[in-house]
DNA sequence: GGACAACAATACACCACTGTATGGACTTTT
DNA sequence: AAAAGTCCATACAGTGGTGTATTGTTGTCC
């Protein structure tokens, strides 16, 4: 639906022409990945995508491994980039902590695409190695940043890392039971209050 | 490669005679499911691992969809069904508390086999209208549970809810982001006792 | 303006899997 | 003991996918 923009003399159905590239590839195959999986990922269903041939895809990538290999690996690279990008704004503990949250759930459930991709990457990696590792890489790197971002809610290093796990899951997990059932923002939003004010009644507590 | 051998007409290993059940053909479904989800099933692979034809499926299923169906439609019952064995031994409401938590996050992470199998059929409902349907149907008794189980945190019924569905939700997110590497254990474990602070952290406090 | 590289179309060989048709073998019913 | 039922094997047709080899087409550098 969306697409991804390339530079474009040939726009992708019916005009002039344009070469693809191996990240055009990679952009179809997102959508696929999305919608059906990793299992459904197809050669051919993404050259009628990007309407080319299947010959197209084999100058590009050597087999279907290298496709899938490659996707994760540029998933990897864009998650773990995209945690140097963001700052609290600073403010109280409070508003702080409800930017924090809302940028975990309320804003990560909004891309649903996003979401689609990371839930279906997550369910590869039950079955592939490779995929197992980075995806285990993303979930440190995010847990880690968490962990500065709770670093002023106690000064128990050791609480401050439970603390960020599980917030953690709490987050992987809404996003696993409610995705895209009408009526689960509002739902979120609450679930996002009722963290806060668990993680507020966290602090040290003596 | 492993187990399952035949014995020697044909036996299986549950059944009395060597003929196989609709059941038999059910479980065997649900360890390849638990491997490699729903879009790995085969009917050839199953047949194998029962040591007969193909032939024998299509005798006691229409097709392959009609082996998915019926394989959901008995991973709902037995979930739902499941639900009813369950009440805590009573005692105060913190003791009462772990055994909930203990039944939701520790025990539900041993039986390895049976998380997999219900990750995969959340990642199925992605793109399945009737496996969506059913998980809807079992997280909403779970929630629900849940919500009988936490009626002595609070007064509020809509507190109680909201509880219910973010500890379920942390639950789940636990089971997807920690499943199978080692340490975990213990790692859920402490989430576990946070959990049990945290909500009772949330009794009634006007 | 020809050579060469980048990119894509076409055609083919091949395989994994499904579903169906049919024919046993063994069991139960009558 | 013949008929009918139950369960599985075998053989075959069809489909949808991969990968490869070969040939076109276009752009770019000299």
Redesign the pocket.
């Known amino acids: 639906m969306n697409e991804a923009e390339t530079p474009k003399?040939r726009g992708r159905s019916a005009s002039?022409?344009?070469?693809?590239?191996r990240d055009?590839w990679l952009d179809a195959a997102a959508g696929e990945i999305a919608a059906g999986g990793f299992s459904q990922?197809?050669?051919?269903?993404l050259?009628k995508k990007?309407?080319?041939?299947?010959?197209?895809?084999?100058?590009?990538?050597?087999?279907?491994?290298d496709l899938v290999l490659s996707f994760l690996d540029r998933w990897r690279d864009r998650r773990l980039h995209e945690l140097q990008y963001w700052k609290p704004k600073g403010g109280d503990v409070e508003t702080e902590l409800r930017q924090i949250l809302e940028l975990l759930l309320t804003d990560a459930s909004r891309n649903i695409r996003r979401l689609q991709v990371e839930l279906a990457v997550r369910d590869f990696a039950r079955r592939n190695e490779y995929a197992a590792e980075l995806v285990t890489q993303v979930d440190a790197a995010r847990i880690n940043q968490n962990c500065t971002l709770f670093g002023r809610m106690s000064s128990d290093p050791q609480h401050v890392r439970d603390l960020s796990l599980l917030l953690y899951v709490a987050t992987i997990g809404s996003q696993v039971v409610l995705t895209g059932k009408k009526g689960d923002e509002a739902t979120i939003r609450r679930i996002e209050d009722l963290m806060a004010r668990v993680v507020l009644g966290q602090r040290d507590e003596p």
Chains 1, 2 share one sequence.
Not at 16 to 21: A, D, G, N, V, Y
């Open positions: 003399r002039e022409k344009s070469q693809l590239t055009n990922l197809r050669v051919l269903t050259a990007l309407g080319v041939t299947r010959g197209s895809f084999y100058w590009h990538f050597r087999d279907h491994e």
